[in-house]
């Protein structure tokens, strides 16, 4: 009796710490800086410092951007115990970290489940464990883990089967070691989207996974991929998405239409928002795109539901993704190079009566829009409205 009372009142206890909710990590799309896109073999510890201060000085931390992460061609060899080792570039990768904290931020690093990363540097093959460890102990909040240097490996294999069987595996391995430190670490798949990653990407523990190649600074570029994101929407929410690649907003290859057109496709794909340009050197033009804080709310919507292709007409393509508060993000684009009107109608989106419409970009109310509606479209540009009933 005595022990039944005991059982009882020990569990009564523990219940609400075997109840208490871990908060998601990732609840929402991962936002902040990426050092590829813009410096890449030419990071350093300076170019990071950097990004971190503008990041304040420019309002972006505030608006969300909290990430400010290392991309490759910050790693040495490994020491006579196997411990990775920082080279010149980054002299002491626990005081940098120390530094993006003591500002707000959280710090990202990159590695490769191979021998070698994909600029030929040292990868964690082998030394998972270890590195996990060195990321937890330095104070990392985020790996990217880019499988290119495991395709040599996986090369060596006679089967797609078994080949697919040594990415997942290498993706797991890490994802316990991550989980091993205690520490919370965003963990960012980068295998270009093989093999349907979208399908397995949790079960390997990822955060988030891109699925594409690498995106360039070019709207070739961008938009092959941004509007190649048609049908993932069911594959990501709160804690796992797909990651159609970095921002290049800011870095001159596109003008300013074009831009826009980037960055309200990655809102309504619920995208992680990573800018890659040089934070310390923008165009109010630039820091205008970035920091428009109504389609940064709408990338970062609770709800987290991916938008998806609605309609298209030739060039002409209609995207809208559903929020929280019951009403559409809704993005007429035009994949033209020269301005033409969109035909518009409303029933399309899930309206029986006239609209109500607000543009993102210009945060202005348009008022009551009639179930057609026919704007015209700047060239490669886009008309991004909040529509309700
Ligand atoms: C791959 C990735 C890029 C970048 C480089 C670094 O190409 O897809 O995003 O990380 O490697 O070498």
């Not at 021998?115 to 330095?138: I, K, M, P, R």
């Not at 190649?213 to 709160?238: C, E, N």
Request: aromatic share 8%.
């Amino acid at each position: 009796m005595i022990s039944k009372i005991r059982i009882a009142v020990v569990a009564l206890l523990l219940a609400p710490a075997a109840f208490a909710q871990k908060p998601i990590l990732a609840a929402t799309p991962p936002m902040g800086w990426n050092s590829w896109n813009k410096f890449a073999g030419k990071v350093d510890d300076a170019a990071v410092r950097g990004a971190a201060d503008a990041m304040v000085s420019t309002g972006m931390r505030d608006a969300g951007y909290v990430y400010v992460n290392i991309d490759d061609t910050w790693e040495a060899g490994r020491d006579a115990k196997g411990n990775i080792l920082t080279n010149s570039k980054f002299p002491d990768m626990k005081a940098l970290a120390d530094y993006v904290h003591s500002k707000g931020m959280k710090i990202g690093i990159y590695s490769s489940p191979g021998a070698q990363t994909c600029a030929h540097f040292e990868g964690s093959l082998g030394h998972e464990v270890q590195d996990a460890n060195t990321y937890a102990a330095w104070g990392i909040d985020y790996l990217k883990y880019d499988l290119c240097g495991l395709r040599v490996e996986m090369k060596k294999l006679p089967t797609h089967e078994a080949q697919h069987q040594m990415m997942i595996e290498a993706y797991k391995k890490m994802d316990a070691a991550l989980k091993a430190t205690g520490r919370p670490i965003v963990y960012s798949l980068c295998q270009y989207g093989d093999d349907a990653v979208w399908e397995w990407g949790t079960t390997v523990g990822g955060n988030l996974w891109r699925t594409t190649g690498d995106i360039s600074d070019k709207w070739a570029s961008m938009s092959d991929i941004g509007f190649r994101q048609a049908g993932l929407a069911k594959f990501a929410g709160p804690g796992h998405w797909n990651d159609p690649d970095m921002l290049e907003v800011g870095n001159g290859g596109m003008n300013a239409e074009e831009y826009r057109s980037h960055m309200a496709l990655w809102a309504i794909l619920a995208a992680p928002l990573l800018a890659g340009n040089d934070l310390s050197n923008m165009t109010p033009e630039t820091i205008s795109i970035l920091m428009n804080r109504e389609v940064i709310a709408v990338d970062q919507d609770k709800a987290g539901k991916q938008g998806d292709r609605v309609t298209t007409e030739g060039p002409i393509e209609i995207w809208s993704r559903d929020l929280a508060d019951g009403t559409k993000a809704v993005g007429i684009f035009n994949r033209a190079p020269s301005v033409l009107p969109a035909h518009v109608d409303f029933r399309k989106l899930g309206f029986a009566k006239a609209v109500k419409a607000h543009d993102l970009w210009l945060q202005k109310d348009l008022g009551n829009l009639d179930l057609t509606y026919t704007p015209t479209i700047p060239a490669h540009g886009v008309l991004f409205l909040k529509v309700s009933k």
